[in-house]
């Protein structure tokens, strides 16, 4: 009976349907914590858990899906070409602004996972939880970390940046329409582009754009910090 | 055709990144390499945006359902995790935070600076 499992057909469906309910739930309710992705993996994981089938027998057809991270991530050189004029106008400000994000993002997660007595595996795990995903799971395997980890973390600091931005910057008087962008996209990559989205249209774009460029200075800083701290 | 030559086009890309990836043994991913050629031959020319228009179009609207696979991966990282759930969401909070006004007042400072 179990046999339609060794099919890849059986986690791709699964994915598409908990995907479609998760983005159904989304829409209804509005708001930020129900996020689709969020909604469509505890809905894989519980039906995977209810009816006692194994990860391995879902990644037959997950790791098709898998696939798509390679061309996923190159493809976000698309945004940024498209913002290209708006970056050229704000290049320093963007690149400094973002690199500080970036450095502040690793030294940070290594403080508080050594402060909150962390393993170091969990450590590197949350180390690029601030990129996005598919960049994210790259930096993790490179440093040590555990890409599910990695993913789920990502998640959960996407939905506190689009949650909590407005109020951050409303308490600490970030004002500046391109200084507000930069800085949810460099905390909470895709995640938090939504909200920016919402707050204004140079927010959004400016959120849109630091996404693959945080994505890259991570990269390049990440394996060299976590040398020196960890 | 169209659209097999945008596959063709996207996927031939990834292989020349994780090409140059393997041939110069540097420490960036191939896929993040990937994104910088594009880019490069968005700028330069070489490929424009309509030359692959449907299937980034395709990917960059769908592109958190190509995350799920291996966000359940966390199934398999239940062990390590007990008993951790808040320290992680704490770090994640903070230091959210922290980035969003690190950056936020380092940009503001610098255009302060180019207005005067």
């Known amino acids: ?230 | 055709m169209k659209l097999l030559r945008q596959v063709g086009i996207i996927v031939g890309i990834c292989l020349l990144g994780e090409l140059l990836q393997r041939l110069l043994k540097l420490p960036i991913p191939g896929n993040v390499l990937g994104m910088v050629i594009l880019l490069s031959c968005l700028c330069s020319g070489l490929i424009t945006l309509e030359m692959i228009a449907e299937v980034s179009g395709f990917l960059l609207d769908h592109l958190a359902f190509f995350f799920i696979p291996a966000g359940v991966g966390i199934i398999a990282c239940m062990g390590l995790l007990r008993g951790k759930w808040l320290a992680v969401l704490g770090v994640c909070f903070i230091t959210t935070v922290l980035i969003m006004v690190v950056t936020g007042h380092t940009i503001q400072w610098m255009q302060r600076g180019r207005k005067r």
């Open chain 1, 1 to 230: 009976m179990k046999d339609f499992l060794i099919t890849p057909l059986f986690g791709i469906v699964l994915s598409i349907v908990a995907f479609e309910v998760g983005i159904f739930i989304n829409k209804k309710t509005g708001l930020a914590v129900c996020n689709a992705f969020l909604i469509s993996i505890l809905l894989i994981i519980g039906f995977l858990t209810v009816f006692q089938i194994s990860q391995q027998s879902f990644n037959i057809g997950g790791d098709i899906i898998s696939f798509f991270l390679g061309p996923a991530t190159v493809i976000l050189a698309v945004p940024i070409y498209k913002q290209l004029t708006l970056l050229k106008a704000n290049l320093l400000p963007v690149l400094v602004g973002i690199t500080a994000g970036c450095v502040t993002a690793i030294t940070s997660i290594i403080g508080f996972s050594k402060l909150f007595k962390l393993q170091a595996v969990l450590c590197a795990s949350l180390v690029p939880k601030s990129v996005t995903t598919p960049i994210g799971i790259e930096v993790s395997k490179e440093i040590g970390g555990i890409p599910a980890i990695t993913v789920a973390a990502i998640i959960i600091t996407g939905i506190v940046g689009a949650v909590f931005a407005p109020i951050v910057c409303r308490i600490f008087h970030i004002k500046d329409k391109v200084a507000v962008g930069i800085a949810i996209g460099a905390s909470s990559h895709a995640i938090g582009t939504t909200k920016a989205l919402e707050l204004g249209e140079t927010e959004g774009a400016m959120s849109g754009l630091t996404i693959g460029i945080a994505g890259l200075i991570t990269v390049l800083l990440a394996p060299i910090l976590i040398k020196w701290l960890l």
